[in-house]
């Protein structure tokens, strides 16, 4: 009887200290992001740039056929801000859309120009990449996107305002 109730004990006593010693999960915050500053050769992309006009490439894929179009607005106005502390932002008829922290993958200098690549707060389906010159840039993602290339690319040209 005493070794059973022994026994009881033991196992009681093993239970509860298996139930009951089990640490919380850790919390894991995700780290805020911090904006990428457009300073020294990228303070070239600081101002409002507006959009003027889309060169659209298509058939890219069938070499007998490779065609151009010409898209420019007609009742929608594009803008986008970009200020030193690395924001961007994004307006449609001077109405903000977007504000994105700028993260750079690349800014290169080439010839007469830099070539760019950043995502608006590090997602990558906030990309924004092309070419950027004194007064004029130009983006293959805003605001027409380019999804299918080599088939299909748009290159979108804003002018500095």
Known sequence: MINTLKIALIILIISI??????????I??????????????????????????????????????LAYDTIYPTTINHTIKMEENGIITYYENNVLTRKNKIKFEHFVQQNNYYSYNFYGNGVDTNR??????DDSLFSYDFPKITIDSPCEEYKNYFFKQ
């Not at 992309?45 to 890219?60: C, D, P, S």
């Not at 924004?128 to 010159?133: H, P």
């Open 17 to 26: 200290t298996l139930t009951s010693c089990r640490k919380d999960e850790p």
């Open 28 to 65: 894991v915050t995700q780290k805020p992001i911090v904006a990428d500053s457009l300073v020294g050769d990228k303070s070239i992309l600081i101002g409002e740039w507006k959009w003027e006009y889309t060169v659209r490439r298509y058939n890219g894929c069938q070499q007998c056929c």
């Open 128 to 133: 924004f990449a092309g070419s950027v010159f």
